[in-house]
Nanobody, 111 residues
Framework: QVQLAESGGGLVQAGGSLRLSCAASGRTFTIYTMAWFRQAPGKEREQVSR??????NTHYADSVKGRFTISRDRTTVYLQMNSLQPEDTAVYYC??????WGQGTQVTVSS
């Protein structure tokens, strides 16, 4: 079993920054990849970034490339979000192996 807990969401003005955290607990040795997803009202769930733990390889959606950075420190994964835009407004979810999911954290960007 793996448990994930997101934090760091909030309200920010366009052009601002936020850093999301995802703390993993339980059987963390079974995790080989972690990712951040987001879902805005009326829209499909979107993968914004992924990291493969063994290689350190990362992936970013075109919409966030150059603005967001994913990283890991032991059992915690981070998403640094810079130059935020109103279209980034969504609930952000952390996922491990695309199987275990956190509760989500709200990010709201005002124009």
């Amino acid at each position: 079993q793996v448990q994930l807990a997101e934090s760091g969401g909030g309200l920010v003005q366009a052009g601002g920054s936020l850093r999301l955290s995802c703390a993993a607990s339980g059987r963390t040795f079974t995790i080989y990849t972690m990712a951040w997803f987001r879902q805005a009202p009326g829209k499909e769930r979107e993968q914004v970034s992924r990291i493969w733990l063994a290689s350190g390889n990362t992936h970013y959606a075109d919409s966030v490339k150059g603005r967001f950075t994913i990283s890991r420190d032991r059992t915690t994964v981070y998403l640094q979000m810079n130059s935020l835009q109103p279209e980034d407004t969504a609930v952000y979810y952390c996922a491990a192996n695309s199987e275990f999911w956190g509760q989500g954290t709200q990010v709201t960007v005002s124009s």
